[in-house]
């Protein structure tokens, strides 16, 4: 009997909404927008896809960048395709995991490229855009900085504008019932004393040590978190998704109390970091982009609502 093992590669989904924001024009607590209509940001992105369909190569970041394809879909005004991503500036050798033999080796100037896919359904203020991430690999800085260098580079907006891809957070947060406290962590390596007393007990020599620090909200903190949940609330009844300024937060992790009584953590970071995404297994290799879309369409549709 001859034994057949299906390979299979495992890609999460994850929505963002891509903006653009004038920089010039924008206010600390009203940014201000591109209008992607008048703009015709809907030409400008197939552009784009045309413009870098070679390797464009990040020499400053030592990233490698391409868009292989692009299609539409004519029903939802979807576009999608596949990217083209990886880095390079490091040695490796290649071990083959059967085997366990080394068959070649990865130079400083060999990039790997990483196969990659976006949907993307454009709107006056906004653009909802699904991308995956394969193996803790994303492309979302990348992919912004890209279309931010070649709007610049066809001098289409007079104004200085970044372009933010903002995470899409499901409503499902909306269920909070109260904070319950405020968790900050840290590590620090040992101090002289602690080290000494650290090391008769278990001899080890070097020790980081984690502190965690829970404070309770007061005056404007809690202010200003009580209105977070208040507008997750609202906007749990306008949308089923809703998008999280990453701008707008700091850095630290929320404990809270569902109204189902379970709680949970949701962590504020650089990139405003919740676990939202869908995981989703496909047999083979990559799959093929008619196959990815065909998967994915369902989700992001499942995220835009009836915007």
């Not at 400008?44 to 970041?61: K, V």
């Not at 454009?122 to 653009?127: G, L, P, Q």
């Not at 001899?203 to 809690?222: F, H, P, Q, R, V």
């Not at 995404?277 to 065909?294: A, L, M, T």
Request: glycine share 4%; charged share 35%.
């Amino acid at each position: 009997a001859v034994i057949c093992y299906l390979s299979m590669v495992k890609l999460k989904l994850v929505p963002y909404v891509l903006k653009i924001r004038n920089t010039d024009k924008s206010k600390r607590k009203k940014p201000v927008y591109v209008d992607l209509k008048k703009l015709d940001f809907q030409k400008h992105f197939q552009d784009f896809i045309t413009a870098n369909s070679s390797i464009n190569i990040d020499e400053t970041n030592e990233k490698i960048f391409s868009c292989d394809s692009c299609n539409l879909d004519s029903k939802g005004s979807i576009y999608y395709g596949t990217l083209g991503y990886g880095d390079y500036g490091y040695s490796s050798d290649i071990v083959s995991v059967k085997t366990k033999k080394t068959t070649k080796k990865k130079e400083i100037d060999e990039a790997e490229k990483i196969k990659f896919y976006y949907l993307i359904k454009i709107y006056k203020d906004s653009a909802y855009i699904l991308l995956n991430q394969f193996k803790h690999r994303g492309i979302k800085t990348q992919l912004g900085r890209q279309i931010k260098k070649y709007l610049d580079s066809i001098n289409v907006i007079v104004d200085n504008f970044i372009v933010t891809l903002n995470p899409v957070v499901s409503s499902e947060l909306a269920n909070i019932e109260k904070l319950q406290r405020l968790l900050f962590i840290r590590k620090r390596g040992s101090r002289d004393i602690e080290e000494q007393i650290l090391g008769k007990l278990d001899n080890s020599e070097d020790e980081t040590l984690t502190e965690e620090k829970i404070i309770k909200l007061k005056g404007s903190k809690a202010k200003r978190f009580k209105q977070l949940i208040k507008a997750l609330n609202k906007n749990y009844e306008e949308h089923n998704y809703v998008e999280i300024d990453k701008e707008k937060y700091d850095t630290l992790k929320i404990n809270v109390k569902m109204n189902d009584g379970s709680t949970k953590v949701i962590k504020l970071d650089a990139d405003v970091k919740f676990n939202e995404g869908i995981e989703q297994e496909f047999d083979g290799d990559f799959p093929s982009v008619e196959e990815y879309f065909k998967v994915a369409k369902p989700y992001l549709q499942k995220v835009i609502g009836d915007k």
